[in-house]
């Protein structure tokens, strides 16, 4: 198992660019996450999905948008970039709602120029 | 929607000595309360969590507490060691998403 994949693992941008992070998960986990990391302070929600066609807005939706068209894949998607979007992306997943764990990947550094 | 607050941001110890964090959450309907180590340029990573209908619960020297009336939780690491030195951060889930905190930087002197 590889568990949550995350690609790129860095990634500067310059300003008005659009990207897509990838995020795959190789547990049959249903629901999925993606959180930003600030220096120095705790992992904000960006969007999330509990199952294949399901997504759901988190605590800082804006500037992102999400897919889940298979259990496997959650990819982020961000347009327009802005300097305020530089930051450590995590992507999780998790069982179910009842099963709390969360599996991180190894994050990617996103730079806004 | 839930806002989880965490204290200290910063905790110096020395290494033999206990480390206490403490989380205080807002929505009385979340009912599982995770913490996450994170060591530096790592992912976060759980490493005790409890539930609602629990009071206390241990695993080797690390112990975490939940006093659901007043709506806060603790982490104890007790005989801290070197590898202890990270960030924590703790947790709590209502509905389908996990809050927060801001974390702490935990420093285990030698």
């Known amino acids: ?113 | 929607g839930e806002n989880v607050e965490q204290h200290p941001s910063t905790l110096s110890v020395q290494e033999g000595d206990s480390a206490v964090i403490k989380c205080t959450y807002s929505d009385s309907a979340s009912n599982y309360f995770p913490w996450y180590k994170q060591e530096l340029g790592k992912r976060p990573q759980l490493i005790i969590d409890i539930r609602s209908n629990v009071g206390e619960k241990k695993d080797q020297r690390i112990a975490v507490t939940l006093n659901k009336t007043a709506k806060h939780f603790s982490l104890h690491i007790t005989e801290t060691q070197p590898e202890d030195s990270a960030v924590y951060f703790c947790a709590a889930k209502s509905a389908r998403q996990l809050t927060f905190g801001s974390g702490t930087q935990l420093t285990v002197l030698p």
């Open chain 1, 1 to 113: 198992n590889a568990g949550v994949t995350q690609t790129p693992k860095f990634r500067i941008l310059k300003i008005g660019q659009s990207m897509t992070l990838q995020c795959a998960q190789d547990m049959n986990h249903n629901y999925m996450y993606w959180y930003r990391q600030d220096p120095g302070m705790g992992l904000k929600l960006i969007y999330y999905s509990v199952g294949a066609g399901i997504t759901d807005k988190g605590e800082v939706p804006n500037g992102y948008n999400v897919s889940r068209s298979t259990t496997e894949d959650f990819p982020l998607r961000l347009e327009l970039a802005a300097p305020s979007q530089t930051s450590v992306y995590f992507c999780a997943s998790s069982f179910g709602p009842n099963t709390g764990e969360l599996f991180f990947g190894e994050g990617s550094r996103l730079t806004v120029l």
